[in-house]
């Protein structure tokens, strides 16, 4: 058994329950329970602009997170770090800071087909409001891309390229850096969807030499409604705020507004402290146990997964077929058994998985398939809940009234 299911107290509530589905969240351990509460009990306050005690306590410990994720995604600047609610919100904030901005009729935006919507239909809105032409770069039934596919769809009008690290139905990790590379030598922007990515695998922005990069504390073991936009100072600096109020303004008159600096230009309104703390705290986590451990447990469990299904004829693994490419998301149908059905017998026998189209419907309909059903691994996981997943799975069929 996995000794770290003991750092989170859902499975103390709830012991008997596998929780496959940290592809779409992921459970919070005690210690960003313990840091949320702790802010709460002890340093809650308006920060900022409060010049006593407490606001400036609730300051410190919001700006400490700043760095915590600075540090963690190898940023060089603190004022690179823009916190939002999720990374749908940071994602949306680049499309209309810098997309309504800088693109027109006549420009080109590049996206992956298997972007989920969150790096989909900001873009679609941001075509149709400047006229810019939106075309998908298309992948292999595996779900590579490559770079000779890039360099072919990119024109000397593309000014934005959207794609995520890891796909949320593939697993598969994207060459970012590559891709990088190839749209600078194009002068091209480069969206970083790193939602599925950050808490599988370590990230360094530089490195991999993204424009921005955009990424949820919900998936990453903190709680909800905290969330990270990464941006280049350069290009940050130049964008207009996205949401106007409170704490994001220098001076304000009757006709007019001069906004703070950095970061704090896009922090509109009361900030989220306790989801930044939390977040902190998480970070902490994943640190203590290091990205080496992280990758060789998900990797084992992966490939146990998978090695298992593929004894099973009548279950398709969507992507490759080669457990390496997963990176802890699953993806699979099952002949004859609709996945809402697969998803409502796992759930009988108090497994979580998910079913649908996972927020990617372009991508479903270029893989003619309607929906899906996915599992996806969390550190917390171990053998035995990859045993339990098996042995449900191949009684599907069965239980739908199949012979086998």
Known sequence: MNDRKKDFPIFNKYPGTVYLDNAATSQKPQCVIEAVTKYYREENANPLRGLYDLSAKATES???????????????????????????????????????????????????????????????????KTGAKLKYLECDKNGEYTCDSLENALTPNTKIFAIAQISNVFGRINPIKEFAEICHKNGTLIVCD???????????????????????????????????????????????????????????????????????????????????????????????????????????????????????????????NNAHDHNGIITFTIDGVHPHDIAAVFDADNIAVRAGHHCTQPLHQYLKVQSTARMSIGLYNDEHDIELFIETLKTVRRRMGYER
């Open 62 to 128: 919001y700006e400490t997170a700043r760095k915590s994720v600075r540090n963690f995604i190898g940023s060089k600047s603190s004022s690179e770090i823009v916190f939002t609610r999720n990374a749908t919100e940071s994602l949306n904030l680049i499309a209309y800071s810098f997309g309504l901005e800088n693109l027109c009729a006549g420009s080109e935006i590049l996206i992956a087909i298997s972007e989920h919507h969150s790096n989909l239909l900001p873009w679609q809105y941001i075509s149709q």
């Open 194 to 320: 790193g939602a599925q990515s950050i808490p599988h695998i370590p990230i360094d922005v530089n490195d991999l030499g993204v424009d921005f990069l955009a990424f949820s504390g919900h998936k990453l073991y903190a709680p909800m409604g905290i969330g990270v936009l990464y941006g280049r100072r350069e290009l940050l600096q130049k964008m207009p705020p996205f949401l106007f109020g409170g704490e994001m303004i220098d001076y304000v008159t009757r006709e007019n507004a001069t906004f703070a600096e950095l970061p704090h230009k896009f922090e509109a309104g009361t900030v989220n402290v306790g989801g930044a703390v939390g977040l902190h705290a998480a970070i902490d986590y994943i640190i203590s146990i290091g990205f080496d451990e992280i990758i060789k447990h998900e990797k084992y469990l992966t490939e146990l997964a998978i090695s298992e299904m593929q004894r099973i004829p009548e279950v398709n693994i969507i992507g490759s």
